[in-house]
């Protein structure tokens, strides 16, 4: 059993990895750079306002995730939206602080380098020092970031996975509107091709949500983001709405608005393997960029991950 295993990222995969981890016996650590939990599955809330602003549904198609739904949904961190689509409730993130609940988790930490020595690893943040208890005897390194996010830490610790490399993403900018009145949209979800809009959907039509005024997620296309990605978020959230407005024909001024960049948003070309792993310096990756653009893949990834860990070498 590897004594101290340090998780870098506390997404879904991270979090799949960290609780399969902890149920096997084993002291695991996560460090999150964000404040919050869950990644990309994300709310963003301003006062009584709440947006979906990243991952804006899962599926389950494999037993090993349907499990975990079926989990959520009994302690109601999880429910239908549609057909066969998912959302946290109340908010995209409760799957993972259910995942989370009794893991010790390192937040608003980035790491920045990984160092080994003989009694094992450790763990540098941005300011080159992180004095959390027990630093320099991780046994084990599980990387469960963004790949492009990986490859840095990978190489600060004189290593290298090639297969990184090869793993692309598209951005996504986010544009989050609220209204005082309801706002008219052809449906509470739109998915469209072709144009400079790829999504639409009113927060409130998803089940567990509270209360609120009209909050509207815009998720600009592949292609538009990609043109647009070094722009301000004042510039994009201005001429997206312009291109909302297009699209839906709504003319009300919104009383909210602002814009969020995911720069790795969907993986465009996976690895093609569920995890990475080099069963010597006993450090790992995993993350959806193994598998696909989908939350599914994470939580795949980090569960795979987790067996490898455990798996004498
Ligand atoms: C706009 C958008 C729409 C999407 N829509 C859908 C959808 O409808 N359905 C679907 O299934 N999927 C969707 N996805 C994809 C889904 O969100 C992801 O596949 C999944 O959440 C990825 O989980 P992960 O754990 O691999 O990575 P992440 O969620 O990205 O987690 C990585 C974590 O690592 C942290 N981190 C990064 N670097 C460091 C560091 N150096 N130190 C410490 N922490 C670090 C990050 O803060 C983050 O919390 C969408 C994503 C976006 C952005």
Redesign the pocket.
């Known amino acids: 059993m590897p004594s101290r295993i340090a998780i ?7 979090l799949a990895a960290a609780s399969n981890l902890k149920s096997a016996g084993c002291d695991v650590t996560l ?4 404040r919050g939990l ?4 994300a709310t963003r809330r301003a006062g009584a306002l709440q947006f979906d602003h ?6 389950a198609k494999g037993a090993g995730f349907q499990a975990a739904v079926a989990k959520w949904q009994t302690s109601e961190d999880a429910a239908p939206w549609f057909e066969r689509a998912f959302v946290g409730t109340p908010g995209m993130a409760s799957p993972a602080r259910a995942l989370a609940k009794g893991l010790a988790v390192i937040s608003e ?4 380098a990984l160092h080994r020595t003989a009694t094992g690893w450790w763990i540098h943040d941005l300011s080159g020092h992180l004095d959390v208890p027990g630093n320099g005897s991780f046994s084990t390194v599980v990387l ?3 790949a492009p ?1 990986a490859v840095p ?1 990978v190489t600060s610790a004189g290593l290298e996975f090639p297969e990184l490399a090869q793993v692309r993403y598209a951005p ?1 900018w ?1 544009l989050m509107l609220a209204f005082d009145a309801p706002i008219e949209l052809a449906a509470d979800r739109m998915k469209l091709e072709n144009g400079p809009i790829g999504w639409v959907s009113r927060n409130g039509s998803k089940p567990g949500r509270p209360e609120m005024p009209d909050c509207i997620v815009v ?1 600009a296309s592949a292609d538009w983001s990609r043109r647009h990605l070094e722009e301000t978020p004042a510039t994009v959230g201005r001429t997206l709405l312009a291109e909302f407005r297009t699209l839906t024909g709504v003319q009300s001024s919104p009383t909210f608005m602002t814009a969020h960049r ?1 720069r ?4 465009e070309e996976a690895a093609g393997t569920p995890f990475l792993w080099n069963s010597t310096a006993r450090i790992g990756a995993c ?3 193994c598998l696909g ?6 939580f795949d ?1 980090g569960q795979a991950i987790a067996g490898a860990v455990l798996t004498p070498s």
């Open positions: 870098i990222g506390a997404g879904l995969a991270g460090f999150e750079k964000s869950g990644g990309r599955m990243g991952a804006q549904y899962f599926t930490c980035q790491v920045a469960a970031v963004p996010q830490l996504c986010a998720h995911w790795y948003a969907l993986v993350g959806d960029w653009p989908r939350v599914e893949a994470a990834s």
